[in-house]
Every structure is written in C-alpha cells, then in structure tokens.
C-alpha cells in the first residue's frame, strides 16, 4: 500500500475469517430468495407457486447460519446476546444503538428471522407437510391482501440484510472496503445471481416447480449484468483511490478468476439468447450436469466475497 493508502486506512483490521465469509454468503440467499419468492407469489402466474414456496424455505435456515457464524466469530460465543440486551447496571434494557453498523446488522437479522419463521411454516402449511387449524390461518393470511403487505415489509427487510454486508464494509476505515461506494449494491446483485442458482439447483428436487425456470434464467443473466456493472464500477474507484494492487494482489487472483467463472454462463445466455428464456441455457451448451451450472454460481459468489474480505486484511 502507498505511503498516502498508509494515512488513509489508520485502524487495524478486524480479523474476520470465513465464519463472516459464510455470514456474508447465507445473507445473501437469504435476502435474495425472499424477494425472488415474494414476486413469484404476488406477480407470477399461478404456476410460480411452487417455486415461490421454495424460495421461502430458504431465508430462515439462511438467517440462522448467517447468526450462528456471527456468534462464533465473537471472542465470548456465549454472550451473543450481549449485542441485543444492554446488560449495564442500571441501563438495563434492549441495546440498540441506530450509529453502529453492527449493532444494526443484528437486530436486522434479529426482525428478518420472525419473517422467515412465518413464510417457512406457511411454505409447509401450504404444501400439506404440518397439518393443524393455525397453519390453514397462516397459510390464508399470507395468501390475503395482509399477507402481501407482510411480505412486501418482509422483501425489504430481506433486501437490506443483502446489500448490508457490502455496506458494512464500505463503512470500515479498511483499504479495499472504505475506498468504494459501491460495494452495498454488487452484494446485492451478487446476492441475487445466488439465490436464483440456487433455486434452479432445489427444481431438480420439486417437479411442479420446472415450469419457472425460465424465469430463474432471464432474472439471472440480468443479475448478473448487473453484478458485473457494478464490479467494474467497484475497480474503478479502487484504482481511484489507490487501493486496486491490494484488491488484486496474488493470492486473490484465484478467487477473482472464480468470481468472474461463476458469471460466465449467464452473461454467455445474455449475449446469445438476451431475455429469452431456454430449455437449458448455458448448462445445455457444454453439455454439462444440470447441477453443474448453479453449482459453479454459487461459488463464485462466494469467491467474490472470499476475495473483498481476506484482501483487505492482508
């Protein structure tokens, strides 16, 4: 880092390992499979149900990794709720302080959890999986005008938890991170790209689900141009502030080369087929396992983030 770098980035570096890259990752599908099923629910055709139930089952077991990794990367483990509970003498009461990314962050996670438990048990209500009077109510209240604006409240939330993780760097005194404004936004669409990978991997397991995965397909070539959009516009305000070498350093040069592998095949279909959707895209043309497509998605998701994190505390 240059001499002017040195003077700009004066803290030390938080240390995060991939106990935060997982965090980072599950915050992500979760955030971007809520607001993939709640369109698919509210603006699909009646075919997208199955899909959209499936993309519910995904943010509260997303939402509970993401906190699990949280808490095991505190020093103390066992006083996680240290960071919701003000714990002072005589202070004593919910901690929440608005200035505090952190602070922020957990009690998103916190509210975003009671949104994931109630979609998650009205998917399985709806698919007959718990019987009982109070998961029919639930089951109708989130097909109800209520339900929509639950759901619409509960998208928010969700899109926030996503871009929040770029934000939270952005927000640091870290090289790398500090040095862009546009980190918020590629976490999202990144988030995104992800969460519709990883949708299209859960169709092989639900038959009735098949019919959307046009959609999955057209909304992932433009995820993913946006991703690359906003990559690009990431790197260039690094080279602004003189950070880009650290960002690009050697040994990242692999997680930024699976990155950019995991955006191929969309940007592939964008450019061959645009918005039409095909019976298999990218996965059809090499002739490769169905899984193989999503599968190489989502690390490369996970890649772009390995490299954001490790990069700047190196």
């Known amino acids: 880092m240059t001499s002017l770098g040195a003077a700009q980035h004066f803290a030390g570096a938080p240390e995060w390992t991939w106990y935060i ?3 980072f990752f599950a915050a992500g599908l979760a955030g971007g499979s809520y607001f993939l099923a709640t369109f698919l629910r509210y603006w699909g055709t009646p075919a997208d149900e ?24 505190l020093n103390q483990p066992l006083r996680f709720w240290h960071m919701v509970v003000n714990t002072t003498p005589g202070e004593f009461g919910l901690n929440f ?3 505090t990314p952190m602070s922020v962050g957990v009690w998103a996670l916190l509210v975003g959890s009671v949104f994931a438990l109630v979609v998650f048990l009205g998917a399985l209500a709806a698919d007959g999986r718990i019987r009982h009077p109070l998961a029919d109510r639930l089951a109708a209240f989130l097909d109800g005008s209520a339900g929509r604006t639950f759901n619409v409240v509960g998208t928010v939330l ?36 992800g969460s519709v990978a990883l949708l299209l991997l859960l169709t092989h397991f639900r038959r009735d689900a098949a019919p959307s995965r046009g959609f999955l397909e057209v909304g992932g070539r433009l995820f993913t141009a946006l991703e690359l959009l906003l990559l690009v516009v990431v790197l260039l305000t690094l080279i602004d502030d003189r950070t880009l070498d650290t960002a690009l ?3 990242w040069i692999p997680l930024w080369l699976l990155a950019l592998a995991g955006m191929l095949p969309a940007l592939r279909d964008f450019a061959v087929g645009g918005l039409r959707p095909t019976t298999g895209g990218a996965v059809a043309a090499v002739r490769a396992p169905a899984w193989a497509v999503p599968a190489l998605v989502l690390v490369g998701v996970l890649a772009l983030r390995a490299a954001f994190i490790f990069s700047a505390q190196a």
């Open 50 to 73: 199955p899909l959209a139930r499936l993309g519910f089952y995904v943010p509260l077991p997303a939402t509970a990794l993401g906190a699990l990794m949280l808490t095991l990367d």
């Open 97 to 99: 302080n608005s200035t």
């Open 249 to 251: 350093d050697l040994p």
């Open 21 to 23: 890259l997982v965090y």
């Open 158 to 193: 969700y899109v926030f938890i996503a871009a929040y993780t770029g934000v939270l760097l952005a927000v640091s005194n870290q090289p790398v991170w500090s040095d862009t404004w546009a980190l918020g936004g590629l976490f999202l669409a990144s988030g995104l790209s």
